[in-house]
């Protein structure tokens, strides 16, 4: 999408980085870089003061200014400094189902964290309509994606040192919609968290 920077906007950008800072830095558009994953603040002159969208963007050019949409600011994994966002899990997960001739209705996912000396990872919940043949193939394939998408995530898998292989939880055939239906969130207007930096939503899901 072009950025539209004369229609009365001004635009300022956090890097997802920093964004849990209590005064994080606030770039401006000379100062934003290529691939960088930015959460969008916006300033109007009709009043607007420094609104956060709650879109994360990254820049796909600079001359002139476009930008994609990767995700939203509070659906992300960096529990490990990993930078796991939504556009990286959407690809990962395309990537793999189509090695593996599967297909997914809902998923989550969510950090393990380090205790006992053991190191941490990723849990996916996925509930799939096709379930994949072997979901040892799928979950290296879903890694081996995530690494070639997301330098940072690669850092943290590089010989298992800070995370280790992905794990794959199936759930059972309409785990999602009753976990909706409890919250009274059915319909169009609420979705599923994908992704999340603490375990609120996939543990209560685990117990479904």
Request: proline share 3%; aromatic share 10%.
């Amino acid at each position: 999408m072009l950025l539209m920077i004369d229609y009365g906007i001004y635009f300022e950008f956090i890097n997802m980085k920093n964004i849990k800072e209590e005064n994080p830095k606030t770039l401006k558009l000379d100062e934003i870089k290529i691939n960088e994953n930015y959460a969008m603040v916006i300033t109007t002159n009709g009043g607007l003061w420094r609104y956060v969208i709650g879109d994360t963007i990254t820049f796909t050019s600079k001359k002139p200014f476009k930008i994609k949409i990767t995700g939203r600011i509070k659906h992300f994994i960096n529990a490990f400094g990993e930078e796991l966002i939504i556009d990286n899990a959407e690809k990962a997960l395309n990537i793999a189902t189509s090695n593996t001739n599967s297909l997914i209705k809902e998923y989550t996912a969510a950090p393990i964290f380090m205790k006992d000396n053991k190191k941490g990872r990723h849990e996916w919940l996925i509930e799939f309509e096709k379930k994949p043949d072997n979901i040892k193939i799928f979950t290296e394939i879903l890694d081996k994606s995530l690494k070639e998408l997301n330098s940072d995530y690669e850092a943290k898998r590089y010989k298992n040192m800070t995370l280790d292989l992905p794990k794959i939880k199936i759930a059972k055939k309409g785990t999602f919609y009753k976990w909706l239906k409890q919250k009274n969130k059915l319909g169009g207007q609420n979705k599923i968290p994908r992704l999340a930096n603490d375990r609120k939503y996939i543990d209560e899901l685990l117990i479904i």
